[in-house]
């Protein structure tokens, strides 16, 4: 039996974990803070369970159709409604038919653009670029239909997402359908048009769209660690691993770790933040550790509100509202979680939870505020979107320092430089939000992939099938 150390326990690591005892590996999980789940967080806010980091998924992606089914959990879908744009200071409903912000059609702008900026918009022009070269999203965008939808839609659609900056973030790792659409020279708008044409609402077999759980995505790391438990793994939490070292002469690694001890293992999953993998491979692999570093990260905070029960009748049928930065908001996006989520409504029919997220990438000022000011900014700005929201019973404030991965423009090129530098590391893999996808369903799959590899390294002979 082969010993394999995954450094990290989020759900890229604990996925990698499980992917690992599922083969047959003895496995150990370190983990460095007190809990297991990294970004998957649940907190108690005035007695409920709340996510205070991710709260949703992709539910039709298989990574984590495959994950719930082997963990027996059941998703919870999010109600069915719609979105909006706070936008030059009124709540405007979130366009229909858009992909990441592109129009299908530019009359569905109106309002929340202005007439000539609508004009624009349906004039589309050819984005041109180098075969094989990238470009941001926003700079796509903004030579294809101007800078208004990439300043009103785009932007807040992708700070959703990667809290980025849409003239930073690459249209190839980014946005793959927009880029392959530049590459063939073909519409981007046509583009959305057939992304759009996916049916809305899911067939009677078919999963939602997105999925949460009963008890709030922080769930899953907790149940994925019990189940890793069960499965004689080793979980070890409040861990720190400082170094990584080679034994040659046994042909293994050893973990040296934050109490002094070390760890032997015949290989090595890096789940971990590019900043963490850099430190750790700094002297074993300085060219992958250069590219790791090259890989900069966004900061933000999120502030969950429990108001008291006479607040729904302001929150309307929608699920929250996204913010453009060209506002000058002290908040990115709010999410009005009780509307959204109707298990959170029946669990606390007396409260209503709604979290609001400020930072972006390279715009820290807003963060540097004490958890008190960051959570009376928040709520003036809820307060002037909104009308009088009563007084709080409760404001929880989570700061995700380092929170998401920034893909660059050239991510995917540095990403496969990166790998070639690791190929000279035996049974080393790294996985996690700052390679394939910063998404839960990327994440679980970059874990498994990456035991995968691990494996298939050791046991060239056998080519690992997974557990699916
Ligand atoms: C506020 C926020 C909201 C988000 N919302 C969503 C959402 O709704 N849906 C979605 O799909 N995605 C969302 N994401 C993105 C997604 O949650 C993350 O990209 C994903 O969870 C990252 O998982 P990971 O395992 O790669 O990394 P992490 O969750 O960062 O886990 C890495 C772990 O490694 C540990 N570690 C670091 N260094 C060491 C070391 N030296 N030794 C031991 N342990 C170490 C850390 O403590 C951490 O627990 C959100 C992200 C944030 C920040």
Not at 15 to 25: K, N
Not at 94 to 111: E, F, R
Not at 332 to 337: G, H, P, R
Not at 419 to 445: H, N, T
């Amino acid at each position: 039996m082969v010993d394999v150390a995954v450094v990290g326990g989020g759900i890229a690591g604990l996925s990698a974990a499980w992917e690992l005892v599922g083969s047959g590996a003895c496995v150990s999980v370190f983990e460095s803070t007190d809990r297991v789940g990294g970004k998957l967080r649940t907190e108690n806010v005035a007695g409920t369970p709340v996510d205070v980091g991710a709260e949703s998924m992709l539910g039709r992606r298989p990574e984590v159709q495959q994950l719930l089914a082997e963990l027996d959990l059941t998703p919870s879908p999010p109600a069915q409604v719609g979105a909006s744009i706070w936008s030059r200071g009124a709540l405007r409903a979130m366009p229909k038919g858009t992909l990441m912000g592109v129009p299908s059609d530019a009359s569905t702008l109106a309002g929340l653009l202005g007439d000539a900026e609508v004009a624009r918009a349906a004039d589309e022009q050819t984005v041109r670029l180098d075969t094989g070269g990238d470009i941001s999203v926003g700079d796509a965008v903004e030579q294809a239909f101007g800078p208004a939808v990439v300043d009103r839609l785009v932007e807040p659609l992708l700070g959703g997402v990667y809290a980025g900056d849409a003239r930073y973030l690459s249209l190839r790792a980014c946005v793959p359908a927009l880029y392959d659409a530049v590459q063939h020279g073909n519409s981007l708008g046509g583009t959305a048009a057939a992304a759009s044409r996916q049916p809305a609402v899911a067939a009677a077999d078919q999963p939602p769209v997105f999925a949460g759980l009963r008890g709030g995505i922080g769930s899953l790391p907790t149940r994925l660690s019990e189940a890793l438990h069960a499965a004689g793994a080793q979980v070890r939490v409040g861990t720190l691993v400082t170094g990584i070292d080679r034994d040659e002469q046994a042909g293994r690694w050893r973990l040296v770790l934050g109490d002094g001890t070390t760890f032997d293992a015949d290989a090595i999953v890096l789940a971990t933040p590019a900043p963490s993998s850099a430190k750790l491979l700094a002297t074993l692999a300085p060219g992958a550790c250069d590219e790791l570093r090259a890989i900069e990260y966004a900061s933000m905070a999120v502030v969950t509100y429990a108001f008291p029960a006479s607040a729904r009748e302001l929150l309307g049928e929608q699920s929250g509202f996204l913010v453009p930065p060209v506002d000058g908001r002290r908040i990115k996006a709010s999410t009005f979680s009780s509307v959204k989520w109707p298990w959170l409504a029946q669990e606390s029919p007396d409260l209503v939870f709604v979290r609001v997220s400020a930072g972006r990438f390279r715009e820290t000022e807003a963060l540097r505020r004490p958890d008190a000011l960051l959570a009376a900014d928040g709520l003036a700005e809820l307060r002037t979107a909104l009308g009088p929201l009563p007084t709080p019973v409760a404001a929880h404030v989570r700061r995700w320092g380092g929170g998401l991965p920034q893909y660059a423009t050239g991510h995917i090129d540095l990403v496969a430089r990166l790998r070639r530098e690791l190929s000279s590391l035996p049974a080393v893999s790294v996985a996690g939000a700052a390679y394939d996808g910063v998404g839960i369903p990327a994440c679980i799959g970059s874990g498994r992939t990456a035991a995968r590899t691990v494996l298939d390294q050791l046991n060239p002979s056998e080519p690992t099938e997974g557990r699916s």
